[in-house]
């Protein structure tokens, strides 16, 4: 699990290969962000290509009040998520010639840090 700091840009990247460990294009391709509920917050379906089958997005880690812009979320939960530090989960996903999907997740442990001394 990777640690992002809220207000923070990390870069997200991935590396899609076949079912032969060959790295390959896919035909598309998308970038997800989603809330501890697992609600989508965040869509990009035209990352940025590097090379051949590597892909990378910019994303910005969210505040709790954009997270729940996105989302239908209750009080409690987005009081809950000022208390504690919470996760957001990162998907890419490629889809092959044969429209088979390949995806790729991780967790990131969204913190915050306050300025100064």
């Known amino acids: ?30 970038f997800r962000a989603y809330n501890m509920k697992r609600e989508l917050i965040y869509e990009d379906n035209n990352p940025n290509k590097e090379a051949d ?12 009040e954009e997270i729940a812009e996105e989302t ?8 809950a998520l000022d208390a504690e530090n919470d996760v ?9 010639v044969a429209g088979h999907s390949i995806k790729s997740r991780m967790r990131v442990q969204r913190e915050w840090y306050p300025l100064g001394g």
């Open 53 to 64: 089958g590597k892909y990378f997005v910019d994303y910005e880690i969210p505040t709790t």
């Open 1 to 30: 699990m990777s640690t992002g700091i809220i207000g923070n840009t990390l870069r997200f990247e991935v590396e899609f290969q076949d079912y032969d460990n060959v790295t390959t294009d896919p035909e598309d391709v998308y």
């Open 72 to 79: 239908d979320l209750s009080e409690n939960y987005i009081d």
């Open 88 to 96: 957001i989960y990162i998907e890419f996903e490629g889809v092959l």
